[in-house]
């Protein structure tokens, strides 16, 4: 897998899953979002209270990064994972009720 930082593309391997592993989690954050260059308002949620900032999260409509108004709410401040509460993302992604969308790509686990 390829994944561009700061503008320059590195290799990360492919058996590594990218992202927070539960041992560092700090909680459940989300991270509201609205570009200043072309409107698009978006929720970003993270086990990290201070992973997800302005200067580096790109908008998904427009590319842009930095020109955000940011909001965060803290949803839980446990650095476990509650199975029963409400609060964990697992819970709030998708929203209930909601689709599962044709564009969807699945990939395969590894072995
Ligand atoms: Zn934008």
Redesign the pocket.
Known sequence: MTVKQENQLVSVPETKPVGVKEKEREGVFVNGFI?Q????HFNLFSWKANRHRSDNTY??????KG?FIHYRKALSNSPVKDHNSHDEIFRQVPLEGSQLMTDSIVIPKQK
């Not at 260059?37 to 698009?40: D, P, T």
């Not at 908008?59 to 842009?64: I, M, Q, V």
Request: net charge negative; charged share 10%; hydrophobic share 15%.
């Open positions: 570009c260059s072309c409107g698009l908008c998904p409509e427009c590319g842009t020109a």
